[in-house]
């Protein structure tokens, strides 16, 4: 790309913003919902839980990562021109600034104002003797009994602590011989994270409780000190070559693995004992800059459970998703879905459209349709009760030919893959495991329908998972198409997943690793040598991280075209840098629905004023573009079309969801006077799809 040489010339920190840092600044963005009063209290609550879960992944995959390329000598630069050991140095400060920042919303804030409503957090301390009472009891009848000490002495080596677990470290002292002890219990991860208190809305940490009664643990002996711990392990897979004979048995001795990656990261209580502390260090082998002191409990993602209270008063109001009314029937009944699809494509926007009514049902009417053929589906993750698989374990046993792609290196939902995997296969489906090197990211379904006159091909291309429960959370679009080309294209990446192939070649979908990287950045040219003054481009993604489809943008905003990204998580992209990128704009979408679809869209990229617009699984990151099979389809549609570009628009224009990035790096929350909520907004929008004029009319 020669018209992007000179750029090299710019510093590498002016350039891109590091990565990790970014994530941070994400998962920062995600905590300050849980500082923002304008929000239900119980949902500021849950913010806290999602901001403690996400800082727990990122120790364990990128942390983790960075760990071990310093560990290995590595000497690998990021983009922004730091080593692994900079990065480390980096993230540790900016993570102690976030977690102070946590114990602040949740000591300070949300701990006092649900008191104030009746939701209060005990401390063992603070309870009386009634409530004491009702704690001896659970302990006796529901704690105890699942309670495992385990002593740590020269025939009792340090047992192995498992990821994320909660553990308290005991000092005892034998009362007979003066000998000072050590052992370890673990808090059962099988018991709620907090005690409730027979009120329901009285909460005392399970750790709490449970050193309460350490005596019933170890009977005649002294508690000197005790101290809630947690530790945090690598928990990347690395399949070895020589085991990628048979995927499913490497990703299944990979799983047996992770539990025995090195620990990363060690929480403990800030006033943890100092030969407690040395201790857990040394028998983790972990450096002291490895340990996080908190004062609030440890693992605030327990917080979760008090989105069950059931306190409407302090939640949002739940969302249902509607069925619009292409896809009602009058009689009420389920509407013919392949009739609606021939006589048009068809736009599904989760989780404002209804999942089951729509993709759920397409696959259920076609495993139990006589004309339906075949059906092939790649499944990256899906829910525990997936009304799709069990679609497809019907679909096979009626004697028609399925074909499913299991994803087996889809991150912490490999078991749960492997166990659908084996399902399928039980029931006759042609599974496959995806290819080696590659993870399968696609979200596509192809079925094939005998129509008499010939064999038609429908189909299902979008941006999210086949998962009915994260379907009610993220935001997704997906599209339902008769369009032959596509379909022809599906059969082709079908056909090259399942069997084997080179240099295929797609008429309308972009696909990764092979062309789409390519297509992207000629299509970003094009905008480039478009009529000056006519170039623009819009972005919506997960994360921007790609150094080169970075520098193609700059290029871009360096010669007059006009740029605007949603991107929800990580940019390494910095905007409004002047000579570099004064006509990039960079906002982020953090509410109550994840933002998760991913859109391009081009203002000459069919011909000279003519747009083109892609949805579909990839984010411009190197690892959707050179280390994954993702899929990318047009919006031919006219009305459809225009419906992502109303998406691009309540984006770009909300101001009370919305952050912006600027030049120095920094995010900061957009205020305006418009009062315009993505989120509401797509929830009105979605309502009046779903109602027939004279329902609208009154």
Not at 508 to 517: D, G, Q
């Amino acid at each position: 790309m020669d018209e992007l040489d000179d750029l090299d010339e710019v510093d590498a920190q002016t350039r891109f913003i590091n990565r990790e840092q970014s994530w941070l600044d994400f998962n920062a963005r995600v905590l300050e919902m849980a500082a923002d009063e304008s929000i239900p209290l119980l949902e500021r609550v849950k913010f806290c839980a999602i901001f403690s879960q996400n800082l727990d992944e990122f120790f364990q995959v990128r942390v983790a990562g960075l760990t071990d390329q310093l560990a290995g000598g590595i000497g690998r630069f990021s983009p922004d021109g730091l080593t692994p050991g900079q990065q480390l140095t980096q993230v540790a400060e900016r993570v102690a600034q976030l977690v102070d920042r946590l114990e602040h919303i949740f000591l300070d804030e949300l701990v006092p104002a649900l008191a104030s409503v009746g939701i209060v957090f005990s401390d063992w301390n603070t309870l009386d003797d009634d409530d004491r009472k009702y704690m001896v009891d659970e302990f006796e009848t529901r704690i105890f009994p699942v309670l495992t000490p385990l002593a740590v002495d020269p025939s009792h080596p340090f047992p192995y602590i498992s990821d994320l677990s909660l553990n308290l470290a005991v000092i005892l002292q034998d009362p007979a011989s003066g000998e000072r002890l050590f052992a370890r219990v673990k808090v059962p991860p099988v018991l709620p994270r907090f005690v409730v208190m027979p009120d329901g809305e009285r909460f005392v940490p399970l750790e709490q409780v449970i050193e309460a009664h350490l005596d019933r643990l170890f009977p005649g002996m002294v508690v000197t000190e005790s101290s809630a711990f947690r530790v945090t392990r690598n928990v990347d897979l690395t399949l070895a070559e020589e085991e990628a004979d048979d995927l499913l048995v490497a990703v299944e001795m990979e799983l047996r693995r992770r539990r025995f990656g090195a620990a990363v990261r060690l929480e403990i209580q800030a006033d943890t004992a100092p030969e407690v502390r040395e201790l857990l260090v040394r028998e983790l082998d972990l450096s002291e800059e490895s340990v996080h002191d908190t004062l609030s409990p440890l693992d605030l993602g327990g917080l979760f459970a008090l989105m069950d209270l059931d306190r409407p008063d302090l939640k949002l109001d739940p969302w249902q998703p509607v069925t619009q009314l292409r896809l009602q029937s009058p009689e009420g009944d389920k509407v013919d879905l392949f009739s609606v699809i021939s006589d048009g494509d068809v736009m599904v926007h989760h989780p404002y459209d209804s999942f089951s009514s729509s993709v759920e049902e397409f696959v259920r009417q076609a495993s139990r349709d006589p004309k339906v053929l075949a059906i092939k589906l790649t499944l990256y993750r899906t829910s525990g009760d997936s009304s799709i698989v069990k679609s497809l374990v019907r679909a096979a046993e009626r004697g028609k030919q399925v074909a499913a792609l299991v994803e087996l290196k889809a991150r912490f939902d490999e078991a749960a893959n492997i166990g659908w995997a084996r399902a399928l296969e039980q029931a006759g489906v042609h599974v496959t495991y995806g290819l080696v090197g590659l993870k399968t990211h696609t979200k596509t379904v192809l079925v094939v329908r005998d129509e008499g006159a010939g064999v038609r091909s429908y189909c299902h291309i979008g941006t999210g998972n086949y998962n009915s429960k994260t379907a009610k959370l993220y935001e997704d679009i997906g599209i339902l198409t008769a369009d032959p080309s596509v379909a022809s294209d599906l059969h082709q990446l079908f056909n090259y997943l399942t069997g084997y192939g080179r240099n295929v070649e797609y008429e309308k979908l972009l696909v990764a690793p092979h062309p789409l990287r390519e297509r992207l950045l000629e299509l970003i040219r094009q905008e480039i040598d478009s009529p000056a003054g006519s170039g623009r481009i819009t972005m919506k993604m997960n994360s921007l991280v790609d150094p080169a489809s970075i520098d193609a943008l700059y290029e871009a905003s360096r010669s007059g075209v006009q740029v605007d990204l949603v991107v929800r998580g990580i940019c390494c992209l910095r905007p409004g840098v002047p000579g570099l990128s004064e006509n990039i704009r960079v906002r982020s979408i953090i509410g109550r629905y994840l933002e998760h679809s991913r859109i391009y869209s081009f203002a000459n990229g069919a011909g000279v004023g003519i747009p083109l617009t892609y949805i579909g699984s990839a984010d411009l990151m190197p690892r959707n573009l050179d280390r994954r099979i993702e899929a990318l389809v047009p919006v031919i549609d006219p009305d459809l079309h225009r419906r992502v570009d109303e998406i691009l628009e309540v984006n770009l224009t909300d101001d009370r969801l919305a952050w912006s990035l600027d030049a120095d790096g920094v995010w900061r929350k957009v205020s305006g006077d418009g009062g315009l909520d993505a989120h509401l907004r797509f929830q009105e929008l979605a309502v009046a799809r779903s109602r027939r004029p004279e329902a609208v009319d009154g």
